[in-house]
């Protein structure tokens, strides 16, 4: 409708006229809108559908997903980061640090919200009855030690994704592990993108802190007495060489990929390089303090050690070990600054 047939009958009807036009083209606009709005959320969801079905190859074989998972139990223990970055929360999850039982850290409590997803095991034990009755539609344990019988044993429930094909186990880049999650779902896109941030944040840090390039650092960990350092493949060492920082070639040469290994006294040497990562609890690093041979190895010594705590006063050492696209800046806030004055931090 136009008001060009009402020009001729005088003003008033022209402004009424106007008027009627108006309120017309803004209902039309209106309705105009929410077709829009379903049109976006139509082809949002036609998108994802047509990426199905998908075939993803794992270290067991492939599993094809026919259809969008909507029930997501995860039972590695960083594989609900992804989910959860990408708007899905998974009805299961396994425990890993009892404290914190279904992954609740503080790069991922705005993200559950209120819901809390079922416990399904600790560490890689499942409990395959429970996992069975949340009636899951897609199970993945890509950061796993998940066993062939364990995978036999979870495909008979729902489609399943083992651990990334060709990687040691725990050992997979993080940025893989962040595409596979998407492709399970349909967001591959959108988990590309979430990869892309996080892989800016760490360019951002090495062009602030130029100084990182070509440096060693090795990590360790005080259990029950005894030191450990990680593989040179290990997600904690993966974090600090997108720094810049090197692995000690000792390090990589003793302990390739994801493996871990003890160190007796007489072998602390091996954690001298120019950082050393200690991740600590205040009650180990009192242990620490007290452990004469350890203080004598140089990069001790010197006060270029860095502590990160797992848990208190903050979880610094727990971003680390997750490595995702959701703990990778809380990370980088909380560690950079005592990598690069490692003694203003005591």
């Known amino acids: ?43 949002a969801a036609d998108k994802a559908s047509a990426a199905f079905p998908v075939t993803i190859e794992h270290k067991y074989g492939s599993t094809t997903i026919e259809a969008e998972p909507k029930r997501i139990v995860t039972v590695g223990m960083t594989d609900q980061d992804t989910f959860l970055a990408l708007g899905i929360k998974p009805v299961g999850v396994d425990d890993w640090f009892g404290e914190r039982p279904y992954g609740n850290w503080p790069w991922t409590k705005a993200r559950w919200g209120s819901f809390k997803p079922t416990v399904v095991g600790q560490y890689d034990e499942y409990k395959f009855e429970k996992i069975a009755a949340l009636r899951p539609d897609l199970i993945v344990g890509l950061y796993s030690g998940m066993t062939k019988g364990s995978y036999a044993k979870l495909s008979k429930i729902a489609p399943t994704i083992a651990q990334p094909k060709g990687h040691a186990d725990y050992s997979a880049p993080w940025q893989l592990m962040a595409e596979i999650s998407g492709r399970a779902v349909g967001r591959e896109a959108e988990a590309r993108k979430l990869v892309a941030d996080a ?16 440096k060693s650092i090795t990590i360790t960990e005080f259990y029950e007495g005894e030191f450990s350092t990680f593989g040179a ?64 190895v140089p990069v001790v010594r010197d006060g270029r050690t860095v502590y990160l705590p797992y848990e208190r006063p903050k979880p610094e050492g727990a971003a680390l070990v997750f490595n995702t696209v959701l703990s990778i800046p809380y990370a980088l806030d909380a560690i950079v600054p005592k990598l690069a004055d490692p003694q203003a931090q005591r």
């Open 1 to 43: 409708m136009t008001p060009s047939a009402t020009l001729r009958t005088g003003r008033w009807r022209l402004a009424a006229a106007l008027l009627l036009a108006l309120a017309l083209a803004f209902v039309l606009a209106s309705c105009g809108s929410d077709d829009d709005g379903e049109a976006t959320t139509a082809t």
């Open 199 to 214: 892989e800016a944040r760490f360019a951002k840090v090495r062009d602030e802190h130029a100084d990182f390039k070509g």
């Open 233 to 296: 493949d290990d997600p904690r060492h993966q974090f600090f060489t997108q720094l810049g920082f090197v692995v000690d070639p000792e390090i990589r040469k003793l302990y390739p990929g994801g493996k871990t290994g003890m160190l007796s006294s007489e072998k602390l040497d091996i954690l001298d390089g120019d950082r050393l990562v200690v991740l600590s609890s205040p009650e180990t690093e009192k242990q620490v303090a007290a452990h004469k041979l350890f203080h004598r």
